[in-house]
C-alpha cells in the first residue's frame, strides 16, 4: 500500500528532514510513527498525502509512485487519502456540514449523495444531528471528531493522522484512537504521528520511531510501549458503527 524506497527530503533552507528513509505498510495496517519533535514524523505524512514531494528516492502510496503525479492530478490523487490534523483545520463560518462537505463538493458529487455520505459519517463518529451546528459551538474533542468525519467522508483506502490528539485529555484521546480502529476494522489503512506515550500504552499496534529522518525502530503489532498485552475489544466501543 505504501512503500518508501530511500527516500530523502531536504527543505530549501538546507533541512534534511528525511534521510535514506525505507519503510513498508501493508494494506489494511494500523502504524504509530513515534519520535521527538523533528524527528521527520509530520514530513513523512506530506510525502504521503503530496503536500510535499521526495528530494530523492521513491515512494509508492496505492500502487503509484508519486514522482510522476503531476500537479494536475494531484487533487484525484489526494482523494485516496483522509488527513486528520491536530487543529483541526475547520471553517469556523460554515457549518458542520458543509465543512464535511467540503471534500465532496470539491470532487464534484451531487447534492443527494453528499447529503447522504455526510449524514452517514457524522454517524461514525457520534454527531449525527449536529449538522446544523458551528464549530466554535462544539467542544475540542467533537470537533476533532468532525475533522475525522471530513478525513472519511470520501471513503478513502488510506487515513494519516498528524498529531490528531495532542489537543486532547487521556479519555478523548482513547476515544478519537477508537474511531480509527473502526474504520480500519472496515479495510482502511490508518497511519498516525503520536507521541503521546498514553496511547502507545493502550493500543498495541505495529509502531515505527523516528530519529533524524531515519528509522530506528519498527515494533510490530501485539506488545504495547509498556510491553504488556491489551486486548483492542475492550478499547473499541459500537463496532456496529463502523462504515457502510
Same mark, same amino acid.
Request: net charge positive; charged share 25%.
Given at each position: 500500500? @505504501?512503500?518508501?524506497? $530511500?527516500?530523502?527530503?531536504?527543505? &530549501?533552507?538546507?533541512?534534511?528532514?528525511?534521510?535514506?528513509?525505507?519503510?513498508?505498510?501493508?494494506?489494511?495496517?494500523?502504524?504509530?510513527?513515534?519520535? $521527538?519533535?523533528?524527528?521527520?514524523?509530520?514530513?513523512?505524512?506530506?510525502?504521503?498525502?503530496?503536500?510535499?514531494? !521526495?528530494?530523492?528516492?521513491?515512494?509508492?502510496?496505492? %500502487?503509484?509512485?508519486?514522482? %510522476?503525479?503531476?500537479? #494536475?492530478?494531484? !487533487?484525484?490523487?489526494?482523494?485516496? =487519502?483522509?488527513?486528520?490534523?491536530?487543529? $483541526?483545520?475547520?471553517?469556523?463560518?460554515?457549518? =458542520?456540514?458543509?465543512?464535511?462537505?467540503? &471534500?465532496?463538493? @470539491?470532487?464534484?458529487?451531487?447534492?443527494?449523495? =453528499?447529503?447522504?455520505?455526510?449524514?452517514? /459519517?457524522?454517524?461514525?463518529?457520534?454527531?449525527?444531528?449536529?449538522?446544523?451546528?458551528? !464549530?466554535?459551538?462544539?467542544?475540542?474533542?467533537?470537533?476533532?471528531?468532525?475533522?475525522? /468525519?471530513?478525513?472519511?467522508?470520501?471513503? *478513502? *483506502?488510506?487515513?494519516?493522522?498528524?498529531? +490528531?490528539?495532542?489537543?486532547?485529555? &487521556?479519555?478523548?484521546?482513547?476515544?478519537?484512537?477508537? @474511531?480509527?480502529?473502526?474504520?480500519?476494522?472496515?479495510?482502511?489503512?490508518?497511519?498516525?504521528?503520536? $507521541?503521546?506515550?498514553?496511547?502507545?500504552?493502550?493500543? +498495541?499496534?505495529?509502531?515505527?520511531?523516528?530519529? %533524524?529522518?531515519?528509522?530506528?525502530?519498527?515494533? *510490530?503489532?501485539?506488545?504495547?510501549?509498556?510491553?504488556?498485552?491489551?486486548? !483492542?475489544?475492550?478499547?473499541?466501543?459500537? /463496532?456496529?458503527? /463502523?462504515? #457502510?
Amino acid at each position: 500500500m @505504501i512503500r518508501f524506497d $530511500h527516500v530523502f527530503k531536504r527543505y &530549501p533552507n538546507g533541512r534534511e528532514a528525511l534521510s535514506d528513509l525505507t519503510l513498508e505498510i501493508d494494506s489494511g495496517e494500523v502504524v504509530f510513527l513515534t519520535g $521527538h519533535s523533528g524527528a521527520g514524523k509530520s514530513s513523512l505524512l506530506k510525502l504521503i498525502s503530496l503536500i510535499e514531494r !521526495p528530494t530523492r528516492g521513491q515512494l509508492i502510496v496505492n %500502487g503509484q509512485n508519486v514522482n %510522476g503525479v503531476s500537479r #494536475r492530478k494531484v !487533487p484525484a490523487f489526494r482523494r485516496q =487519502i483522509g488527513m486528520v490534523f491536530q487543529d $483541526h483545520k475547520l471553517l469556523h463560518d460554515r457549518t =458542520i456540514f458543509d465543512n464535511v462537505a467540503l &471534500p465532496l463538493i @470539491i470532487a464534484g458529487v451531487g447534492t443527494k449523495e =453528499i447529503g447522504k455520505r455526510v449524514r452517514a /459519517a457524522l454517524d461514525q463518529v457520534g454527531l449525527l444531528g449536529r449538522e446544523q451546528s458551528m !464549530p466554535l459551538e462544539l467542544s475540542t474533542g467533537e470537533q476533532q471528531r468532525v475533522g475525522i /468525519a471530513r478525513a472519511v467522508v470520501s471513503k *478513502p *483506502p488510506v487515513l494519516i493522522a498528524d498529531e +490528531p490528539t495532542g489537543n486532547l485529555d &487521556p479519555e478523548l484521546s482513547l476515544e478519537v484512537m477508537n @474511531i480509527f480502529r473502526r474504520f480500519n476494522e472496515v479495510g482502511v489503512t490508518v497511519l498516525v504521528a503520536s $507521541h503521546d506515550l498514553y496511547l502507545l500504552e493502550h493500543f +498495541p499496534v505495529r509502531r515505527v520511531r523516528l530519529e %533524524g529522518g531515519r528509522v530506528i525502530d519498527d515494533m *510490530p503489532a501485539g506488545v504495547s510501549a509498556g510491553e504488556k498485552l491489551v486486548d !483492542p475489544a475492550k478499547l473499541i466501543t459500537g /463496532a456496529e458503527g /463502523a462504515m #457502510r
